[in-house]
């Protein structure tokens, strides 16, 4: 069996930059970290920092007084880090494209700019985002956005009117067709509003899902390693999936023998991380494919 990977795959360089600046405060000291959320949505790399005592909670009650705590990457709201800040000694370890997109946001709403992000308003991110604005609407489909237009035009005392000026963003693990929809809706919709289009979208992501669907049609199948909880994994399985059929989505190697029927039928596949999934991950499914579909398969029927 041959296996293919395409460019980008696996961590990202915003993901990859917290990692080091995590394990390098983690050698640097005894005393256990706290993260407040997930550093990164994949179970499997929660587990291995709970290993190393960097400890995920949920809550700030749950942190001891005076520990130090460090930010998840995707961003956490602004009145939830003054808050850590004013108990706790604290490592920023927020992207730097979240990080640049919650400064965009704050500085068009002081210059007096409603906001319209596309995404998905229970996202970690996108809840750090909204905080950074006083005027801001969440939308996280297509028809949403058609609604949402629908009532600006509809009623004459929604939040935008008078016309106003409008920044339009999106989470940066979101599709680009949606925010392509908010911008084309807003376009049409709002003629006289003064719009601001900022493209927040990693392009890392996009780059990786490009790549990807150029190797699906030199492969009989693909399999996409990730958790099921982040976005970015997601959204490159639906793309993948929807481009060829003969896509799986698995978090480990337990995953695997359910398709052992595909796998030992195929000469070449691609395997794909996600933006969140730790290269050990992949490392240990790369593994049991060659050990199992080498050029004598150990697998009988």
Excluded at 93 to 120: E, M, N, P, W
Excluded at 230 to 254: C, G, M, Q
Aim: neutral net charge; charged residues 25%; proline residues 7%.
């Amino acid at each position: 069996m041959e296996i293919l990977a395409p460019r980008f795959s696996g961590f990202c360089p915003g993901v990859k930059k917290a990692e080091d600046a995590l394990l390098a405060l983690r050698n640097g000291t005894d005393e256990p970290l706290y993260v407040l959320g997930e550093l990164i949505h994949n179970h499997h790399f929660i587990e291995e920092l709970e290993r190393r005592r960097i400890h995920t909670v949920s809550r700030i009650e749950d942190i001891p007084e005076g520990a130090h705590v460090v930010i998840r990457t995707h961003g956490i709201p602004r009145e939830v880090e003054e808050r850590l800040r004013e108990r706790f000694r604290v490592t920023d370890l927020t992207c730097f494209k979240v990080k640049a997109l919650q400064k965009v946001i704050l500085d068009h709403d002081r210059a007096g700019y409603a906001v319209l992000i596309s995404g998905k308003r229970k996202h970690p991110e996108v809840q750090g985002l909204v905080s950074y604005a006083r005027k801001v609407w969440v939308l996280e489909t297509s028809e949403e956005i058609e609604s949402f237009f629908r009532d600006v035009k509809e009623d004459p005392t929604h939040p935008l009117h008078p016309p106003q000026p409008v920044l339009l963003v999106s989470q940066t693990t979101a599709p680009h067709s949606l925010f392509e929809a908010l911008t084309t809706s807003a376009r049409t919709h709002l003629p006289r509003h003064t719009l601001a289009v900022h493209n927040s979208i990693c392009p890392i992501t996009t780059h990786r899902e490009e790549a990807a669907l150029v190797l699906q049609d030199q492969v009989d199948l693909t399999l996409v390693i990730g958790d099921p909880s982040s976005s970015n994994a997601t959204k490159l399985y639906e793309r993948l999936k929807a481009h060829n059929p003969a896509t799986w989505f698995i978090t480990s190697v337990d995953d695997l023998p359910a398709l052992h029927p595909h796998l030992r039928r195929a000469t070449r596949i691609q395997l794909v991380s996600s933006s969140s999934s730790p290269p050990s991950q992949e490392h240990a499914i790369r593994t049991y494919l060659l050990t199992h579909y080498g050029t004598t398969p150990s697998w009988s029927d």
